[in-house]
């Protein structure tokens, strides 16, 4: 890492607490020439002068490394292999346990479209259920901004670009070019502020314990280095319960010296269960 590169991340810890130091360094580099370029910055040492001691810049830049792409039902085969395979298979092994309770995790939520994209599934899934079961879905992201937008739980229309028509009737309300997500679905998710890379939390201090029979972690761990990607991705595996599942993103994997510890249920849709 250069002098100045090393620089400009002490003063984004410095004015926002985040640590970009085990981010992927092609990421951060980008991220940075972006703001070089929207401020017309000609070289890095012109954009360290204009970012010292300037928190307002130190607030942009970490926004723009936390790339909060996303919308319900992203890579829609998951969502299927979730309702065919996977949520069959764990409430029969939970009513075998004599259990009624089901315990998730989406970390890096972004906006929030994911874990309401879960809790609609669910919603769909239990419905036709004898039985009362109770969900838990802990939904955390380190930026404030994105959490912001998931409380709310208004969206724009090319949000839902990959949700059934009749699910977006169901669970939606419209509201001019914007779709409200109902309150039903929105009871079901607790957001929380939570850095993944944190290895003092095991799990978000909403949650108490860990405990989780499904964690999301999509299209994260793509941003961190080797080092980071193992350290979370052990924390993570602790933070599940024995065969529990793992859902990385679709161009993520999971870090050497973890394979051993999972099955691969579905490698091509990077799903995985620990083994027990
Ligand atoms: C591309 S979005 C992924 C959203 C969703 N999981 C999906 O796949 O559609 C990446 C999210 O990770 C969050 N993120 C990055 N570093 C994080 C960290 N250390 N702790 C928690 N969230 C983090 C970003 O703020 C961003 O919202």
Known sequence: MTNTLKEILAEVKAHTGLNFAQYQREVVVGRIADRMAALGCPATEDYWER???????????????????????????VFEILAQRIFPALLGSKRAAGSRELRIWSAGCASGEEPYSVAILLKEILQFDPQLWTTHIFAT???EGALAEAEAGVYPEDRLDDTKMGLVRKYFRAQGDTFEVLPEIRGMVRFSRDDVTSLEMGAPADSVFGGFDLIFFRNVLIYLNKDLQRSVCEKLEHALNDGGYLILGAAEGLPRGLTGRFTALDSANRIYRKNV
């Open 141 to 143: 992201d380190l930026d």
């Open 51 to 77: 970012l010292r001691g300037n928190r307002q810049e130190s607030n942009l830049l970490a926004e723009s490394i936390f790339i909060n792409v996303t919308r319900f039902f992203r890579n829609p085969i």
